[in-house]
């Protein structure tokens, strides 16, 4: 039930429904790569190690692009990257040196060129060169793989608490618990009728009957007021389907015999199936005022 208040009213939550699978696609892939490249040992070949070290800061790139697009896809507060002044260098990191050769920052800053030390790649700590004034940095592998999986960790968490405020708050929009009587005593009396031949039966029945009927219009109201789709609620739609469908050839056969149908077999079948179905609805809505208290 916690998945379906947010699976099954997407558009009530806002949702970009296919940028937040894109997103968690791409979360998932990226670590991956991430992970592959470090729990491999390197190759001999320094084609392979530069491929390896490019696809890693691009993969780093694109998870931090991916959360982002997450938050947005949920309608959730944009995360801002740079309070975080690890992850920010990652990425600086990555667009200078794994992203392009020629690059400046900001217009109002000069434009700077970028390579790798060669014989360095496929170690542990990589240098990097910058020009002009010529000047060079050290690049650690597993501190910007850590600083990444830090930044990533901490966004996911406060996704998730982002999310189960928005199930508190979308919870309370809704007062009224669902109904959770299962009609004991209107099922009582339908089973007296199947059983019994006697005059004074048709008024306790119809009247029972009708309780069955307004309790499954209720609950289905009751669904239609917390989910825009009941698809994915449990069984909710086809039961209810069901409950309507039994219950409108039980109301046929007390019409044809209100007095009551002498233990009949097939008045039995349907009115024990009316029960069960209906006793099915009750505790999904037990479940789903759990959810929603």
Partial sequence: MNKAIFIQNIQRHGFNWDLTCAAMDTIEDTELAISSFDQEKSTSSQGNEYLRVYGLF????????????????????????????????????????????????????????????????????????????????????????????????????DILTGMKAKKSNYAATVKTKLSEDRQTYAFEKIFSWVYGNTADRAVMTGGSLKTIRAGIDELESGLNERFENLSGVGDAERTIQKSRYILDTVDVLFTDNPTGMNGDFNAEVHVESLQNSFTELISLSTEINSEFS
């Fill in 58 to 157: 691009q993969a780093m790139y694109m998870q931090q692009d991916a959360i982002r697009n997450l938050t947005e896809g949920l309608c959730l507060p944009a995360i801002d990257i740079s309070t975080d002044s690890q992850a920010s260098e990652v990425r600086e990191t990555r667009n200078k040196y794994f992203g392009h050769p020629k690059y400046g920052r900001k217009k109002n800053e000069p434009t700077t060129y970028h390579g790798i030390s060669r014989i360095t790649v496929g170690g542990p700590t990589i240098t990097a060169w910058t020009y002009p004034n010529f000047s060079t940095e050290e690049i650690n592998l597993k501190n910007a793989i850590e600083a990444n999986e830090k930044y990533i960790r901490k966004s996911v968490e």
